[in-house]
């Protein structure tokens, strides 16, 4: 008889809000059978370090900000020393519903070997409103809103909420730390495809989740709306993954007009105009001359 799979949690954080974190770990504690925080030199790490403790979960501590992708590299290193199967990423101001993980596990292990990884269906805290899953399309992707009971094959998974079995990211590979922040997991998840693997949207599995810094209200819908910091790497990260020759090139065909009006938005019509514009120039500028890493105008 198989022994039942070992999942470990990774909550990668970054000056988190305590009682948003109190939060998320008090949905995870139940859920999962190990626990890892990865911090990026949070100002309030001893806060973090109460609420890791108090949980039973493990803290690493990082002196500098390495970014996303490197933290949730050393949680998988963790989980890998530690014999876990599988590992749940996890931002940190995500709220998983209860039964989450339970549904994720389920399809993960029907998928077979070649599923490396399920996602949930993401819920905008500020809206209620569930993403779509999504295959790549050309000139537009197909978005696939989650209906109950299904299990939707798609092409890239948000990195909260992210099931992975740690066999797939052995063959994979791990995160690309040079990413910093921004893509790691789309620049994963088409890795993921090339090597012949599948990913998967369990809409059953459940999470409330915020993305962007704020949401830019418009005549036909919303808008995610980032700061200029962001705007940079996002910005520089997809002109690197244009780079990339994992990238399939439907995407590279359908998010250049999508960078160029983003472009002209953020610069013309969302404030702080004068600044996104500088930092997106930046990024256009270090994404073609292939610099990786943090924003070096960030202290």
Request: hydrophobic fraction near 45%.
């Amino acid at each position: 008889m198989a022994r039942p799979s070992t999942i470990a949690a990774i909550v990668v954080t970054y000056r988190p809000e305590s009682a948003t974190l109190q939060a998320l770990l008090d949905g995870l504690v139940p859920q999962v059978d190990r626990l890892w925080l990865v911090d990026n030199a949070s100002a309030n790490v001893e806060s973090i370090r109460e609420l890791a403790s108090e949980r039973g979960a493990s803290l690493i501590t990082n002196s500098a900000n390495l970014g996303v992708a490197a933290a949730l590299n050393q949680g998988i290193a963790a989980a890998r020393a530690a014999g876990c199967d599988c590992v749940l990423l996890m931002d940190q101001d995500s709220l998983p519903a209860d039964d989450m993980v339970i549904h994720l596990h389920e399809a993960l292990q029907a998928g077979g070997e070649r599923l490396a990884a399920v996602g949930p269906a993401h819920v905008d805290v500020r809206t209620g409103h569930a993403a779509p899953f999504v295959r790549i399309g050309f000139p537009f992707n197909h978005k696939l809103q989650p209906v109950p009971g299904e299990i939707v094959d798609c092409d890239f998974l948000i990195t909260s909420g992210c099931l992975i079995s740690l066999r797939a990211i052995d063959a994979i590979g791990d995160m690309d730390v040079g990413l910093f922040i921004d893509n790691v997991d789309l620049e994963w998840c088409f890795r993921a495809k090339t090597r012949g693997y599948r990913l998967a949207g369990v809409t059953d599995a459940r999470m409330m989740h915020r993305i962007g810094d704020r949401l830019h209200w418009r005549p036909r819908g919303r808008a995610i709306v980032h700061g200029p910091s962001r705007l940079y790497t996002i910005m520089r990260n997809r002109v690197l993954l244009y780079r990339r020759r994992d990238t399939p090139w439907r995407w590279i065909a359908q998010d250049i007009p999508r960078a160029l009006l983003k472009f002209l938005g953020f610069s013309l019509v969302v404030a702080p105009r004068r600044a996104n514009l500088l930092a997106m120039c930046r990024g256009l500028r270090d994404g073609l001359a292939g610099r990786e890493g943090p924003d070096p105008d960030v202290g």
